[in-house]
């Protein structure tokens, strides 16, 4: 009730839930301020673990206050109270990127090729910025009513110029992880974000997962065969050698984000 109130205060009429975490949750709002719906991320800090209020908190808040591109998720304002809640006021969205695979089974390469040029046009900017995501995954890639792409959950989200400059935190989900982050050594944050896009890409066009995560222990080395297609997929031949490319097991033989521009499926 107390979020209601505060926020009915600040011109915000609090909708459906439509995201929750274990110390977060995402409301729909209608704003009289904005003229628009939009979503509002509740962050309960007293709820919330010390690494996550001392170090990954701030982090994603800072970003967030200097990023600016059509394709990631504009915030609108932040809002503190003394009560440890923080309100993060974003733009809305009508689904996210796995809702419409769901719906669809699979995307059409000719719908799926601007879908993914947004992607990689946000992550281009991101790391022009040295800005690293690390947490890049279907569920975190949000689509307006016209598929207009909007990346968000900057919760793993860092600054970081890559290569030399190593990470060491295991973070975002397995299955989009690369092998070298599931093996636990230092790795380059970009060429992280570049792997997620491999696997966004095939989960885009085939509806599936490129890797069996089930057993997360042995999936560096199932990460290190050849990718395998559904029977009855119709992925076109340059399709494939882009997935391939971003899917490249040494973080050294990867492509930088630059270099995904210039694939020819993209073209």
Known sequence: MHNEKVLRGMGYKLGITIGEGSYSKVKLASSQKHNSQ?????????????????????????????????????????????????????????????????????????????????IVSAVDYLHENNIV???LKCENVLLTIDNQVKITDFGFGRFSAGYPELSNTYCGSAAYAPPEVLLGVPYDPKKY??????????????GCMPFD???????????????????????????????????????SNRPTIKQVLEQSWLQ
């Open 38 to 118: 939009v979503a509002i991320k509740i962050v309960d800090r007293r709820k919330a673990p010390l690494d996550f209020v001392s170090k990954f908190l701030p982090r994603e808040l800072a970003l967030l206050r200097t990023v600016r591109h059509a394709n990631i998720v504009h915030v609108h304002e932040f809002i503190e109270v003394c009560n440890g809640k923080l309100y993060i006021v974003m733009e809305a969205a009508v689904t996210d990127l796995l809702q419409k695979i769901q719906e669809v089974s699979c995307i059409a390469e000719d719908q799926a090729k601007p879908m993914f040029s947004q």
């Open 133 to 135: 995501h690390r947490d």
């Open 193 to 206: 974000d570049v792997w997620s896009l491999g696997v966004i890409l095939y989960v885009m066009v085939t």
């Open 213 to 251: 995560d089930t057993n997360v222990s042995k999936l560096p080395r199932i990460q290190r065969k050849a990718l395998v297609y559904p029977e009855d997929s119709t992925v076109s031949g340059p399709c494939r050698e882009c997935i391939k490319v971003l899917l490249q097991f040494s973080p």
